[in-house]
């Protein structure tokens, strides 16, 4: 009888060990053929070269699995574990998550500041999430247009926004129309919108550079992507799985140095396309992102009375 129990919990070991691999189900909020999802792809296949045994991601899918201003929703309610998103996309869980693109200390020196900790402390008391890491940053928003301005008025004009640019395009007159990444191209090529907001990079592989005829510089605020999860299978995981978690996702915000260099070739690549820059004087250039920034603080403080301020204190220099 004894002997019997000891071989059947020796057959059933290795089933054990196998079931305790945890399995991550990640979702993005960007288009799948974007070059964000591409580069995350990468660190996720390494990831589960590393976490065999351990735990592994298993990427669901972009928007056409949750549509983009849903995913946070998504994580929150744990209907997946893992998303792949700025935070403009789910202010409908919390406004807060749309003040990390006022950051100008970066993630790294948010880990030594108290901002990683407060950044937590937030998502896991309004979104129930974990912040696992910022990947996009060093990163301006620019202005994109298709009819020419010669100063910061966008009377007239349609734009096509996400909150980051809100408050911003609004103070210069601007028509402002909410759209997910995916419908921007079809918006572009009908003439929808007479221009959109997006960072300095990462519009190629959208191909918006076939339907986009100006940017303007200078850029403003500093675009933030993270992975987030939910909290409460974050808290749940197995010693190991969070280990590996933390340490791969800490690996992948070290990278975000790449940026730096890859931003200045995407404005040559910008250019070598025929996508014209727009300047004003410098004057003008210096109230345009004095103006980005007072704005988009006065509507942080405004949208979160209870951390409005305190976010700003990590994330303001
Ligand atoms: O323009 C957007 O879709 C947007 O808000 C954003 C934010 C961070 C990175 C890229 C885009």
């Known amino acids: 009888m004894k002997k019997t129990v000891i071989l059947a919990a020796l057959a059933l070991a290795p089933l054990a060990a196998q079931a305790q691999e945890v399995t991550l189900r990640m979702v993005s909020a960007f288009p799948e053929n974007q070059f964000y ?25 972009g928007p056409k699995a949750i549509p983009t ?33 006022l950051a100008e200390t970066s993630a790294a020196e948010q880990r030594k500041n108290g901002g990683y900790e407060l950044i937590n402390r937030i998502w896991a008391e309004k979104a129930n999430m974990r912040y696992l890491a910022k990947v996009v940053e060093f990163t301006p928003f620019h202005l994109y247009l298709n009819k020419k301005i010669d100063k910061p008025d966008l009377t007239g004009l349609k734009i096509r926004i996400t909150p980051v640019y809100r408050e911003f395009f609004q103070a210069m007159n601007a028509q402002v129309m909410t759209m997910p990444p995916g419908e921007v191209y079809t918006a572009l090529e009908r003439g929808v919108v007479d221009g ?4 300095i990079h990462a519009l190629f592989d959208l191909n918006w550079q076939e339907k986009t005829k100006y940017r303007v510089d200078p850029g403003f605020y500093n675009a933030e992507v993270g992975l987030v999860m939910n909290l409460d299978k974050y808290k749940g995981l197995p010693a190991n ?21 890859y931003n200045q070739n995407e404005a040559k690549r910008q250019a070598d396309a025929g ?36 976010l700003q204190k990590v994330l303001a220099k």
């Open 275 to 310: 996508i014209q820059v727009i300047t004003f004087d410098a004057a003008t250039s210096k109230a345009y992102v004095a103006k980005a920034n007072e704005v988009g603080w006065a509507n942080a403080i405004k949208a979160s009375p209870q951390y409005g301020e305190a």
């Open 37 to 61: 999802v591409k580069r995350t792809l990468e660190w996720v296949e390494k990831f589960n070269r590393e976490g065999k045994g351990v735990a592994q991601i298993n990427f669901i899918g």
């Open 241 to 261: 799985a969070r280990a590996l978690l933390e340490r791969e996702t800490l690996a992948y915000e070290r990278q975000n140095d790449f940026w730096k260099g």
């Open 196 to 199: 959109y907001g997006w960072p």
């Open 69 to 101: 201003f849903e995913v946070g929703k998504a994580v929150q309610s744990g209907v997946v574990d893992v998303g792949f998103s700025t935070g403009a996309f789910y202010t409908n869980v919390m406004p807060e998550a749309d003040i990390l693109k």
